[in-house]
Structures are given as C-alpha cells and as structure tokens.
C-alpha cells in the first residue's frame, strides 16, 4: 500500500514545506547576494546534492510508512537535518551577518534531527521485531518481497522452492502439501474477478492461521496453495490440512451484493518431500497427485 503524502500525512508534510519555507526566508530576509565570482560551484553541487537526497529519503517514508510514532520521528529528524543543509546550501549565494543566534540557527537543527532519526530508527527495529512475528508461517529464511503475491501476501512459488533446497542442503526433512478450491473459475464468472480477489485474500489469512509456527504457506498459483510443514509425520500432515480443509469448509465467505454465503469445496493432497530430487518436479508431481484425485472425484463429490 502507498500512502498520500497530502491525505495521510498532512501535518508533517506541511511541516516539512514550513521548514523549507523559514530557512529561504531567514536567508533572504538577513543575507545579502553574493558576488558571481564568489560563489563555489563545486560546494553548491555537494550541498544541494544532500538537500535533495534528504527530501527523496523524506518523500520515500512518507509514501511507504503509515501515520505513527516511527514516521513521526524519523520525518521530522531528516527535516531537521534538511533544514540545516538548506541553510548552508543557501549560504553559497548569500552572505550572512555573523550572529550568533543565525549560526546557531545553522548548525544545531542537524544534530537534534539526527537524534530523533536514530530514535526512530530504534523503535523502527522493535516495529519490525513485531512485524517479522507476524510474518512467520508466511516466510522463512528470506525475504524478498518482489516475490510475494500481491494478492494474498504470501510468497509464491519460486520462493517455495528455495525453501526446499534450503532443507535439502541441511539435510532436513520435511512434509510437502497441496490445497486447491475447487470451482474457483466458476465464482470468478459469477461474483467477478475482484470478488475472487477477496476471496484468495480471505482464504490465505484463514489457512495461516490453521498452521503451526514453523510450517510456511505460499500461493502454488491461481486457486492453489502449498504447505511445508517441517518435522512432521505423513499422519500429522494428513491432519494438520484436514483441519485446513475443515476450516475452509465451514468458511461462509459472504460476496458483496450478494444476501447468501459461499462455502468453498476443497482437495488436498501431501507428500513426504525427497531430499535429493529436484524441487520444482517435487512440487509438480504433488500438483499431478492433485488433478489425480480431481479425475477421481469429478464433479459429483458436491
Ligand atoms: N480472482 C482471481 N482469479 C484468478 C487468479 N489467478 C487465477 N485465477 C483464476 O482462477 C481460475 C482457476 O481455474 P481452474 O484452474 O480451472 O480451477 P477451478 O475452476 O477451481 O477448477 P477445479 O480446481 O478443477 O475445480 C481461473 O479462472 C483463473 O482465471 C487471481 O489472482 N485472482
């Protein structure tokens, strides 16, 4: 999710334009125009290069971060700092009567933003302490979130994979399974492809929650999910995606326009996962397992 600079940080936006707006009015109220062949070129590239980075960095947070303590802190210290640097960048064209209030104006904004950043970035870390207890289920080892299903916010395939080497390399096993809605085609045509949106979304908060800490879901592709669920018994896997499976079912996903509840029919399948072979033919062949059981079953199982 982005977020407005204008809309969903209108204080500290304006803020930080009133912290641009006083140092240019401070330097043109009390400075006066230097001389062309005083001017140093080579300092204003450096300092107008830092100014301009510390608004990026600003503009950058204020798009990614929601209104907060951390936002809060780690904004007005870079607009601090820019403050500072706006004013010694400014000082390249003007020259400044040597009072002590002005330099001190100049110099002490730096540290003190610098100070609330590093506050910020302190409580940055334990937001993220949190955060990262949140994602379990979801990631394990890495992160790489251009690998992540917008959508459902879990990881797709490829990261899956990865997981299994991951295992495969420390020599640990693990159980690999399957789960798939069946009729997911037939409720995009009837309810619409945003509907089957929510309904993907829906569906993977409610199979993360039937996981255990350890085990890790990822979106297998289209209706389909996978599950590593390491030290685990074929039995207590066979268990731990009934229970999913049981959950899903008697999940009444309430489509909007719509005065009745959908419940979903769904398929699972599990495999012990092989520490040598390859991992995309690992998932594959469970995926094959799946539509064996999907022939099986037809349609009549409803
Ligand atoms: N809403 C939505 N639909 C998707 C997404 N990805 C794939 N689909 C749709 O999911 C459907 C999957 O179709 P199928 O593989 O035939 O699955 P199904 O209709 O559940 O059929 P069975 O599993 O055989 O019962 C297709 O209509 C895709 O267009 C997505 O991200 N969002």
């Given at each position: ?14 803020t ?8 240019v ?8 125009l ?11 590239v ?65 540290p ?35 690998k ?5 916010g ?7 994979h ?9 020599q ?5 399974g ?25 569906i ?6 039937n ?6 879901l ?47 029919h769904?398929l ?10 390859d ?23 409803y």
């Amino acid at each position: 999710m982005r977020y407005n600079l204008f809309t969903s940080h209108v204080k500290l936006t304006n803020t930080i334009i009133l912290f641009l707006v006083i140092a240019v009015t401070i330097c043109a109220y009390f400075g006066e125009l230097k001389q062309w062949q005083e001017i140093a070129w080579l300092d204003i590239v450096g300092e107008g290069g830092i100014v301009l980075m510390t608004l990026s960095w600003i503009t950058a947070l204020l798009i990614s971060r929601p209104p907060g303590k951390v936002t809060t802190l780690l904004v007005l210290g870079l607009g601090l700092f820019m403050f500072s640097a706006t004013l010694d960048l400014l000082d390249e064209w003007l020259k400044q009567p040597s009072q002590l209030w002005l330099s001190w104006f100049e110099s002490l904004p730096a540290p003190f933003g610098m100070s609330l950043t590093s506050a910020g970035l302190y409580y940055w870390h334990q937001e993220q302490f949190v955060l990262n207890r949140q994602l379990r289920r979801r990631e394990a080892h890495l992160r790489e979130h251009e690998k992540v299903c917008p959508i459902t916010g879990l990881y797709r395939i490829n990261y899956f994979h990865s997981l299994i080497q991951q295992r495969q390399s420390e020599q640990q096993a693990a159980i690999l399974g399957i789960i798939d809605i069946r009729d997911f085609a037939k409720f995009n045509e009837q309810f619409g492809f945003s509907e089957g949106d929510r309904l993907l979304r829906e569906i993977s908060d409610l199979l993360v929650m039937n996981c255990r800490l350890n085990d890790v879901l990822c979106r297998y592709a289209g209706d389909c999910f996978i599950v590593l669920m390491p030290s685990t018994s074929r039995s207590q896997a066979k268990e731990l995606l009934a229970q999913m499976k049981a959950a899903l079912n008697h999940c009444a996903f309430k489509v909007a326009k719509s005065k009745g509840a959908q419940f979903q029919h769904i398929l699972t399948a599990t495999m012990a996962m092989d520490l040598e072979q390859d991992p995309v033919q690992q998932t594959s062949q469970l995926h094959q397992q799946l539509q064996q059981q999907k022939a099986l079953v037809g349609a009549a199982v409803y």
